[in-house]
C-alpha cells in the first residue's frame, strides 16, 4: 500500500468509525517548522511516509494505538517523555506506545532513519530490542485495526 492509498484509507476508516477517533480535532498536525526542528535535533531524517503521516493527522489516539507526535503543542509530543529522549540517544525513535512496557522506534542508520520498526521491551528484567516485520504503515494498520 503506497502513503497516498494508505492516507485515503485511514480517512475512509475515520469517518465509518468516528468513536475510534474521538478528539482528533484537537490534535495538532505537525508543521514543515516542526520537520526540520525534530531532525534537527536528530541529526537524521525520519522516513517520507512518517513525516507526511504527522503532517496530515498528526500524532495522538488512533484506534487501539497511540502514535507520538513531532509536533511540540500535542499532549503526545515525542521529546515531551523523558523515557523517549533516553531511547533517541541510543539510536533510536519512538513512534508508538504499547501501554504495557514497550515501544514501537524506527532505528538511526547513518543521517536517516529506517522505515523498518524495532521493538523496545521495558517490562522485562534486562531490556529487550527486536525487529518487527512490519513498516510503518503495515504496523499502524496491525496496532490501530488489528488488521
Known amino acids: ?11 475512509k476508516k475515520m469517518n465509518d468509525y ?19 526542528e525534530i531532525e534537527n535535533y536528530l541529526r537524521a531524517k525520519l522516513p517520507p511516509v512518517y513525516v507526511a503521516f504527522q503532517k496530515t493527522f498528526g500524532g495522538g489516539s488512533f484506534g487501539f494505538t497511540e502514535l507520538f ?5 500535542s499532549e503526545y509530543y515525542v521529546l515531551g517523555i523523558q ?8 539510536g533510536f525513535f519512538p513512534i508508538f506506545d ?4 514497550g515501544i514501537y522506534c524506527f532505528k538511526k542508520a547513518g ?7 524495532y521493538y523496545i521491551d521495558f517490562s522485562l528484567s534486562e531490556i529487550s530490542i527486536s525487529l518487527v516485520k512490519e513498516n510503518f504503515i503495515s ?9
Do not use: V, W
Open 69 to 73: 507526535s513531532i509536533a511540540p503543542d
Open 111 to 117: 543521517s536517516y532513519f529506517l522505515d523498518e520498526i
Open 1 to 11: 500500500m503506497t502513503s497516498s492509498e494508505f492516507f485515503i484509507y485511514l480517512e
Open 98 to 101: 504499547d501501554q504495557t512496557g
Open 139 to 147: 504496523l499502524f494498520n496491525k496496532l490501530a485495526f488489528n488488521l
Open 83 to 90: 523515557n523517549n529522549i533516553n531511547i533517541i540517544n541510543n
Open 18 to 36: 468516528p468513536n475510534l477517533f474521538l478528539f482528533r480535532e484537537l490534535e495538532p498536525k505537525a508543521t514543515i517548522k516542526n520537520e526540520r
